[in-house]
Nanobody
Framework: QVQLVESGGGLVQAGGSLRLSCAASGRTFSNYGMGWFRQVSGKEREFVAGISSWGHSTYYTDSVKGRFTISRANTKNTVYLQMNNLKSEDTAVYYC?????????????????WGKGTLVTVPS
């Protein structure tokens, strides 16, 4: 059974940094693209960043470009989201996602498996 477990969420002041991790298990991690999404109450789950199976391609939503970096360590079956210069608008539950192919996850339609999420809070 595929499982994705996020960690690293918490409270950080505006302008600060946080690194999220997602540990994957259940199938060969290096065969699949990954992504990060976020969701706030009353809004749809939003794409944040995606990465292809070997990390050669990355994608970001405009609002996080230049601030967030997605990466992966296939030897550790882990994908990361480094978040810098955090803003209050980044407050959300962040979800890790795994795709159906080696292509980067870039939309909810690409997602085969979801993690349960980790909360990131950036006070105003």
């Amino acid at each position: 059974q595929v499982q994705l477990v996020e960690s690293g969420g918490g409270l950080v002041q505006a302008g600060g940094s946080l690194r999220l991790s997602c540990a994957a298990s259940g199938r060969t991690f290096s065969n699949y693209g990954m992504g990060w999404f976020r969701q706030v109450s009353g809004k749809e789950r939003e794409f944040v960043a995606g990465i292809s199976s070997w990390g050669h391609s990355t994608y970001y939503t405009d609002s996080v470009k230049g601030r967030f970096t997605i990466s992966r360590a296939n030897t550790k079956n882990t994908v990361y989201l480094q978040m810098n210069n955090l803003k209050s608008e980044d407050t959300a539950v962040y979800y890790c996602a795994q795709g159906r192919t080696g292509a980067a996850v870039r939309s909810r339609n690409d997602v085969d498996y979801w993690g349960k999420g980790t909360l990131v809070t950036v006070p105003s």
